[in-house]
């Protein structure tokens, strides 16, 4: 079951995608990065989070490493590794803004987030149990064990796919208000765009896979020996 070539075959696509995506950040942040900014990520995140009206929205250095920005909507803070944090370039602001437009998401009640936060919980069970329960529900041709664990990990489908509009709305807004507020200038937004292109790929890539690996679930669990 562990080296069935059907799920090979089955996630394939996803894969592939994923590696594309992967290689097309890379590219992108690297040339990004060597495009100088008026403003350090940090500097850009708080400008727009003031313009917007989140004074309340905190910004703090994180510890991880690169692309590991995130905003924390418990907390209410935007958490930049410390590259996006303290450098001027076109990636730093880029990445920024985006998480900046996930706390304006936050603050303006943005129906996919609300879902996808809600979802969160759900998500890590099937995630950390899913697919485990239902491996040994097919390994042991106990079906009603196999659905418990595709019904699980259904939860990390439904997180996956409410999560891309979440991601894409998020760029939208970073693209539009950097130029807005005349951060990055228009003629200088393809490098920006570029990066915000293809992080949004790889979850599309990622959305793809868990789509892929739930219908490769399904097939196995109604096969028939």
Known sequence: MFFDPWYFIYIGPAFVLSMIAQL????????ATKQAAPLSGAAAARHILDSAGLHNVAIERSPGGELSDHYDPRDKVLR???HVYAERTAAAVGIAAHEAGHAIQDARNYAPLIIRNLAVPAAGIGSNMGMLLAILGIVFSYQPLAYLGIILFSCVV???VINLPVEFDASNRAKAIL???????????PAVRNVLN????TYVAATLQAILTLLYLLMRANQRD
Do not use: C, G, H, T
């Open 198 to 201: 293809a992080a949004a790929l």
């Open 24 to 31: 097309w950040l890379r590219s992108a942040y690297a040339k």
């Open 179 to 189: 130029v807005d507020l005349n951060i990055v200038p228009r003629e200088e937004m």
């Open 80 to 82: 930049l590794s410390p």
């Open 158 to 160: 439904f997180f996956q």
